[in-house]
Nanobody, 124 residues
Framework: QVQPVESGGGLVQAGGSLMLSCVAS????????MGWFRQAPEKEREFVAA????????RYADSVKGRFTISRDNARNTVYLRMDSLKPEDSAVYYC?????????????????WGQGTQVTVSS
C-alpha cells in the first residue's frame, strides 16, 4: 500500500517558485502513476499534473501548463512538482495521489491513495 507524504509547501510572492516533493513508502513505487491535485477553500479538488509510472508521459491542467513541471525519481520513490511564475490563484492545499496504473489520469476519483496535503500560499 502506498502512503504518499507531501512536503515543500509554503508562502511565496507572486512570480516566485516552489518545489513540492512527494515520497511514497512503497517498494513498487515504479508501478504507480502519480498525480498532483489542489484544493482551495470552498472549491472542489482539481487536477494539476500527472505522470506515468515510467515518467515518459505527463499531463497538465491548462491553468498551469508552461509554468509547472512534474517529474519523478523512481530510485527515490519520489515525485516532484516544480512551480514557477506562481500566481495568487495557485494558492491551495496541494495533494499527491497514486494509482496502480501505467498512464497518468486526471480525475481525483481514479486515484487510489492520497497524501495529507501541503499548503501553498502565493501573496500578491
Amino acid at each position: 500500500q502506498v502512503q504518499p507524504v507531501e512536503s515543500g509547501g509554503g508562502l511565496v510572492q507572486a512570480g516566485g517558485s516552489l518545489m513540492l516533493s512527494c515520497v511514497a513508502s512503497e517498494r513498487t513505487f515504479s508501478g504507480y502513476a502519480m498525480g498532483w491535485f489542489r484544493q482551495a477553500p470552498e472549491k472542489e479538488r482539481e487536477f494539476v499534473a500527472a505522470i506515468s509510472r515510467t515518467g515518459i508521459n505527463t499531463r497538465y491542467a491548462d491553468s498551469v501548463k508552461g509554468r509547472f513541471t512534474i517529474s519523478r525519481d523512481n530510485a527515490r520513490n519520489t515525485v516532484y512538482l516544480r512551480m514557477d511564475s506562481l500566481k495568487p490563484e495557485d494558492s491551495a492545499v496541494y495533494y499527491c495521489a497514486a494509482k496502480a496504473a501505467m498512464t497518468p489520469y486526471i480525475l481525483p476519483s481514479e486515484y487510489d491513495y492520497w497524501g495529507q496535503g501541503t499548503q501553498v500560499t502565493v501573496s500578491s
